[in-house]
Each structure stands twice: as structure tokens, then as C-alpha cells.
Nanobody, 120 residues
Framework: VQLVESGGGLVQPGGSLRLSCATS????????MGWYRQAPGKQRELVAT???????NYADSVKGRFTISRDYAKNTVYLQMNSLKPEDTAVYYC???????????????WGQGTQVTVSS
């Protein structure tokens, strides 16, 4: 099972970016998926999650600005980021709680990360 992020880059304050995370491999089922971020010198923190039923959860710092969504047919999760601030600068990681095919267990999978830089 692999998770691959895309869509990061450099954007000015107030701008927008859309991150994508595509899953591949032998997937039995996907429980929740989410986005985390890690800024230099800081711990990795939760940004947003979405459950298999579509329930969402956001960090207080991004509520009203970021939107997480999921394409169940493509096993892909998105993060629409609007009104970006310099403090949103970080490496953004995709996470999935996934049960591989032909198994009965679930585990956390991580993508390699994509850099988001908000600067003028």
C-alpha cells in the first residue's frame, strides 16, 4: 500500500492550494484518512481527518479555511487550503488507516510529504 501526495508549492499569503493524496496497492478497505503537517523545529500535528462515513475533524487553526474531502471511488483524499498564512508553511503528510487486502488488521500508512510554503 502506498500513499502519494501532490499539489504543494509556493504561494503568497491569502492564496490557495489544493493537495491530493492518491492511494495504490492491494487495499481491502480504508477507514479514516487525513492530513498532518510538520513545520521546522516543531512536532507533526493534525490538520484534518475524514472518516469512511464522511465525518470530518479539523485543527482549530485551519477551521473555516481548509476543507478535506474524499473520492471513495478513487481512494483519494484532498485538502483545499484557502486564505493561507505564513504559519501554514510546513511539510504536509497524508495519512490513511488502511486494511490491506487478504488481511484482518488495519495500520497507519504515511505518504512521503509535500512542501507548502506561504511567503510573499
Amino acid at each position: 500500500v502506498q500513499l502519494v501526495e501532490s499539489g504543494g508549492g509556493l504561494v503568497q499569503p491569502g492564496g490557495s492550494l489544493r493537495l491530493s493524496c492518491a492511494t495504490s496497492g492491494s487495499i481491502g478497505s480504508i477507514n479514516s484518512m487525513g492530513w498532518y503537517r510538520q513545520a521546522p523545529g516543531k512536532q507533526r500535528e493534525l490538520v484534518a481527518t475524514i472518516t469512511s462515513g464522511g465525518g470530518t475533524n479539523y485543527a482549530d487553526s485551519v477551521k473555516g479555511r481548509f476543507t478535506i474531502s474524499r473520492d471513495y471511488a478513487k481512494n483519494t483524499v484532498y485538502l483545499q487550503m484557502n486564505s493561507l498564512k505564513p504559519e501554514d508553511t510546513a511539510v504536509y503528510y497524508c495519512n490513511g488507516l488502511i486494511r490491506p487486502s487478504l488481511t484482518t488488521y488495519t495500520r497507519n500508512y504515511w505518504g512521503q510529504g509535500t512542501q507548502v510554503t506561504v511567503s510573499s
